[in-house]
T-cell receptor, first 116, second 113 residues
Framework: AQSVTQLGSHVSVSEGALVLLRCNYS??????LFWYVQYPNQGLQLLLK??????LVKGINGFEAEFKKSETSFHLTKPSAHMSDAAEYFC??????????????FGTGTLLAVQP | EPEVTQTPSHQVTQMGQEVILRCVPI?????FYWYRQILGQKVEFLVS????????KSEIFDDQFSVERPDGSNFTLKIRSTKLEDSAMYFC???????????FGPGTRLTVL
């Protein structure tokens, strides 16, 4: 079975500082990996995805993530935090296969606070 | 840009009542999903739907739940007899054949009193 672990349920950074949100996955087969962002009282928006192409993936709003198979990690980074980045971030894994499911398994989320 | 829509945005119901949550996926999407998020918890998979049948369901998706796509556009989740623990945000998602991503709707907040 697949699973996702997000270390740190709350992360606080200063505006302009590096953002690092950690995600480790468990999967018996090569996975697809995703980062979603959820702003207060809103739905889930895809930030970026890894689908077995380049291991360094760039997403929206200046975020990027690197797939590291040896570490089973897919950490999310942004060089310089902005106040508008304050939100909850979810890492998710999916197993691509010929069937119709490809359900997403989510981590518990990391709430990012950005201090002025 | 086309998007997944959900109605209502907020539903309040009494325990034991039936509720139907509605989703309108993007028109060329073929695979449909329901997820839920209990307040303060992670997003959980409920069910996936393809070619007018359930392709996978989680253990949360018991006999009280059902899904259908009655008219080829709407995708609905029905809870037959709601319980207090069904209170959550319910998200619909959809994707096309290529599986680049699942597109999520804004969610329906269900409150069971």
């Amino acid at each position: 079975a697949q699973s996702v672990t997000q270390l740190g349920s709350h992360v606080s950074v200063s505006e302009g500082a590096l953002v690092l949100l950690r995600c480790n996955y468990s999967s018996s087969v090569p996975p697809y990996l995703f980062w979603y962002v959820q702003y207060p009282n809103q739905g889930l928006q895809l930030l970026l995805k890894y689908t077995s192409a380049a291991t360094l993936v760039k997403g929206i709003n200046g975020f990027e993530a690197e797939f590291k198979k040896s570490e089973t990690s897919f950490h999310l980074t942004k060089p310089s935090a902005h106040m508008s980045d304050a939100a909850e971030y979810f890492c998710a894994v999916s197993i691509p296969r010929g069937g119709a499911t490809n359900k997403l398994i989510f981590g518990t989320g990391t709430l990012l606070a950005v201090q002025p | 840009e086309p998007e997944v829509t959900q109605t209502p945005s907020h539903q309040v119901t009494q325990m034991g009542q039936e509720v139907i949550l509605r989703c309108v996926p993007i028109s060329n999407h073929l695979y449909f999903y329901w997820y839920r998020q209990i307040l303060g918890q992670k997003v959980e998979f409920l069910v996936s739907f393809y070619n007018n049948e359930i392709s996978e369901k989680s253990e949360i998706f018991d006999d009280q739940f059902s899904v259908e796509r009655p008219d080829g556009s709407n995708f609905t989740l029905k809870i037959r007899s709601t319980k207090l623990e069904d209170s959550a945000m319910y998200f619909c998602a959809a994707r096309d054949r290529s599986y680049n991503e699942q597109f999520f709707g804004p969610g329906t907040r269900l409150t069971v009193l």
